[in-house]
Every structure is written in structure tokens, then in C-alpha cells.
């Protein structure tokens, strides 16, 4: 059974970078899109952007110029990077499985941008 | 604002029968499937719908969707409690080239 383990830094500064890490465990790590889906507190979500196991990624316009989706397939393990951050970045973070649908996900890790 | 919208809140008494609209445009809803999620409170969303009108497994028959032009409805018949959730729908916009959600709708199990 898939699941999806996802760690990184939960308080930043604003002007700071988010490093978040998503491990995939007990599946096939190929042949899928995998993505990075955020939610504000009390708000909707939001998708990020999302990468193949070739590296291949796709971002959300209003996001591209500050993120970065990277993937380690020796690991299993796909990354986000968010430059810049301010307090608008504020919300719970999840990884997800993709495709033609988001049909696994990870736990989600709350990310607080604050001074 | 999102791309896709529904209405913020649904309300239902136990046993009724509700539906959850969700409309977009040509870019999107009407030249892709679309998909909808169940997130309840402190939890990942979870896949409720796919391709439309397709069940994973594990869903209750009693959630059903369907789709025309633009526009979708997710429907959630012989409510119960624990339905309670914000549900989404989301597709692929090929206008952005990525995926985009709607707002969410709260139900409320009254």
C-alpha cells in the first residue's frame, strides 16, 4: 500500500526559503506525476506544481517564479522549494500522487511564516 | 478566486439527498474530467470521485457525480453525519496548464 511521508521546517521568516521533502513508501515512484497542493489556514486548496520521474514539471503560473519541484528517484523522494516566502505562504503543505487524479496523500505539514 | 466555483455551503438533514455544483469554463471542465475530494476537519482531502463519475474503491455508492458542458455536480445521497466535510472539485485548466480546485463547499449535516 502507498504512502506518502512528508517532512520539512514548520516556522520560517519571512524572505526565508521552504524545504519541504515528501517520501514515497511502497509503491512505484515511476510512471506517475507527483505534486505539491497547499492549503491557508481556513481557506481552500491550491496547486502548486508537480514533476515525473523524468524531472518534467509543471508549476502554477502565479507560483513559478519562486518554486521549485525537484525529485530524487534513488530515494523515492520528490522536494519543494519556495523562495521568498511571506506570510502569505502561510498554510499546510501536502505532497500527493497524481495523474488524472490526486488519488494518495501525504499527511500534510503546516508551514508558519511569521517574524 | 478560484477558477472553478461552487457554493460555499450545502446543508442536508439525515437521510436527504444533496448536490454540489461546480462551474467552470471551456479551458477547463469542458475539455477535461473532473474530480472531487472529501477533506475532513484536520485531515488530507481524499479522492471521492474520478474521471467524472468514477467510485474508488471504498466509496459508498451513495456519492455519485456527473458532468455537462462546463459544469459539474457532485451528489451525495441518504446523507449521514459523518458526511459532514468540505468537498472540491478540480480539473485541468488547459488555459494554465495545471490543475485548478474550486473553492470548496462546507456541508453541514443539520
Known amino acids: 500500500q502507498v504512502q506518502l511521508q512528508q517532512w520539512g521546517a514548520g516556522l520560517l521568516k519571512p524572505s526565508e526559503t521552504l524545504s519541504l521533502t515528501c517520501a514515497v513508501y511502497g509503491g512505484s515512484f515511476s510512471n506517475y506525476y507527483w505534486s505539491w497542493i497547499r492549503q491557508p489556514p481556513g481557506k481552500g486548496l491550491e496547486w502548486i506544481g508537480e514533476i515525473n520521474d523524468s524531472g518534467s514539471t509543471n508549476y502554477n503560473p502565479s507560483l513559478k517564479s519562486r518554486v521549485t519541484i525537484s525529485v530524487d528517484t534513488s530515494k523515492n523522494q520528490l522536494s519543494l522549494k519556495v523562495k521568498f516566502v511571506t506570510a502569505a505562504d502561510t498554510a499546510v503543505y501536502f505532497c500527493?500522487?497524481?495523474?488524472?487524479?490526486?488519488?494518495?496523500w501525504g499527511q500534510g505539514t503546516m508551514v508558519t511564516v511569521s517574524s | 478566486q478560484s477558477v472553478l466555483t461552487q457554493p460555499p455551503s450545502a446543508s442536508g438533514t439525515p437521510g436527504q439527498r444533496v448536490t454540489i455544483s461546480c462551474s467552470g469554463s471551456s479551458s477547463n471542465i469542458g475539455s477535461n474530467t473532473v474530480n472531487w475530494y472529501q477533506q475532513l476537519p484536520g485531515t488530507a482531502p481524499k479522492l471521492l470521485i474520478y474521471?467524472?463519475?468514477q467510485r474508488p474503491s471504498g466509496v459508498p455508492d451513495r456519492f455519485s457525480a456527473s458532468k455537462s458542458g462546463t459544469s459539474a455536480s457532485l451528489a451525495i445521497s441518504g446523507l449521514q453525519s459523518e458526511d459532514e466535510a468540505d468537498y472540491y472539485c478540480a480539473t485541468w485548466d488547459d488555459s494554465l496548464n495545471g490543475w485548478v480546485f474550486g473553492g470548496g463547499t462546507k456541508l453541514t449535516v443539520l
Open positions: 500527493a500522487r497524481g495523474g488524472a487524479a490526486f488519488d494518495i
Open positions: 474521471s467524472d463519475n
